[in-house]
């Protein structure tokens, strides 16, 4: 339950560092059939791509040339979405659930949720869990368009670096980081 109400819809931001029509299809065709209700699909390329591969790539997705580096293509394609924002680089596969997963640890607007990555040895023994918020995957991180724009855009800074910054600002305006074990997204 969300507020007393439905699951919330997800937006999705589809974050292209290195534009690829084939992973952007295979993208958005995992969210189109798992997720035929999903309000709003938008992808963030890097600033050099080609007019011809923008128009293409548009035929899949409204797509947005953001800058050169990974934060300012999330700087852009949170610009375009709307609302709950999750974003995914091009080229996962986003399976089915992961916004009833995620809806049941929403109770406000300042939630910044993001899934537990664990690394496994080549015995498969867990070795390694990433579980805060500057370590995390950024498949899979959903973020409130209106709360990420009250804290401020990401900095032009290494991802880590511009991610400690930001998670800073926003717990100053009273965010809270939860980490969601479950979502496979691959």
Not at 54 to 60: D, P
Not at 71 to 77: A, Q
Not at 92 to 109: C, F, G, T
Not at 137 to 161: C, D, Q, R, S
């Amino acid at each position: 339950m969300f507020f007393g109400k439905e699951v919330p819809k997800i937006n999705f931001v589809i974050l292209s560092p290195e534009p690829n029509i084939g992973r952007l299809k295979c993208t958005v065709r995992s969210i189109r059939n798992n997720y035929p209700k999903s309000s709003n699909i938008v992808c963030s390329v890097e600033k050099s791509i080609k007019k011809p591969q923008l128009e293409e790539m548009n035929e899949v997705c409204q797509t947005f040339r953001g800058g050169s580096t990974i934060t300012s293509l999330i700087n852009k394609g949170m610009k375009e979405s709307e609302d709950w924002s999750m974003m995914i680089i091009e080229g996962a596969y986003l399976p089915k659930n992961v916004e009833n997963r995620y809806s049941k640890w929403i109770s406000s607007e300042k939630d910044i949720l993001f899934p537990i990555i664990i690394n496994h040895d080549r015995f498969g023994v867990p070795n390694r869990i990433l579980c805060s918020f500057d370590e995390c995957a950024i498949n899979g991180l959903m973020i409130h368009k209106k709360f990420f724009f009250e804290v401020g855009k990401l900095t032009e800074n290494p991802l880590k670096v511009s991610r400690k910054f930001w998670a800073l600002d926003a717990t100053d305006k009273g965010a809270k980081f939860k980490a969601v074990l479950g979502p496979k997204i691959f």
